[in-house]
């Protein structure tokens, strides 16, 4: 039996934040004039993407508030490098989701691979810990809200992936299968170790592997998403 419900990630599956937040950044850095404090932007932007991914895997496990993350992601870095930039951090905070939600750069080959889903009348899914407004608006400036049946966030739910309840409110609220459903994610603790704990198949979407071996193997494994189309084939012919 083949697959018929696809639940997607949204945030570095689909839509490509880490060059949309990029951009978002250098915006702001060029806005309140950091590259007077900071030797240069790269220097600025590895200061918060390192201590952003670390405060989304607490917020991700329920150990910090959205309010909290957005207030130190932004305060981190200036407080690092010089402390009496910190009054920056909070005006920084007001302007990076607004700006944020209006970028549309999309992960290469998305929306060819929604559309051939799509054609062949592939039920699809979002689930996302991204928060609630600010997704929403992504998914309708990019284009990408008209290909999805319904929208799953962990805000609305009440649990974060990875967790089990996560997956299985979407599939009851649904009313997918699990052995005909498939969770397609970049996250490997997030998407894939969570779906498997909820014995649903994956996709792990792993455009730059490491030479780390993954604690287990996912159902499948892709680098681009115009891989997706072969499973999809193969899944539509069974």
């Known amino acids: 039996m ?6 997607f990630d949204l945030d570095n599956t689909l839509w490509d934040f880490d060059a949309n937040s990029k951009y978002t950044l250098t915006v702001l850095y ?4 950091l590259g007077a404090h900071f030797p240069d932007f790269e220097t600025y932007y590895h200061l918060y993407s390192a201590n952003n991914a ?6 991700g496990a329920g150990k910090i508030t959205k309010e909290a993350l957005n207030q130190e992601r932004f305060a981190y870095p200036l407080r690092s490098f010089k402390a009496s930039l910190l009054p920056i951090a909070q005006q920084m905070e007001v302007d990076y989701l607004p700006l944020l939600a209006q970028q ?12 051939t889903c799509k054609k062949h009348r592939y039920k699809m899914y979002i689930i996302s810990n991204g928060f609630v407004e600010i997704q929403q608006l992504k998914l309708t400036r990019s284009g990408l809200l008209p290909y999805f049946d319904r929208c799953y966030f962990s805000e609305h739910i009440g649990a974060h992936k990875p967790a089990k309840l996560f997956f299985d409110y979407a599939i009851k609220s649904s009313n997918a ?6 969770v397609i994610g970049d996250n490997f603790e997030a998407d894939i170790l969570g779906a498997k704990n909820a014995g649903i198949d994956q996709v792990y979407f792993n455009p730059n592997p490491s030479a780390e071996p993954l604690p287990f193997k996912p159902t499948y494994q892709i680098a681009d998403l115009s891989e997706l189309q072969k499973i999809m084939d193969e899944s539509f012919n069974r």
């Open 30 to 33: 060029d806005k309140y004039n």
């Open 104 to 115: 549309t750069r999309l992960k290469p080959h998305c929306l060819e691979v929604l559309e």
């Open 2 to 7: 083949g697959y018929k419900y696809l639940f």
């Open 54 to 59: 670390k405060l989304w895997q607490l917020y």
């Open 177 to 182: 299968v699990k052995k005909q459903s498939l």
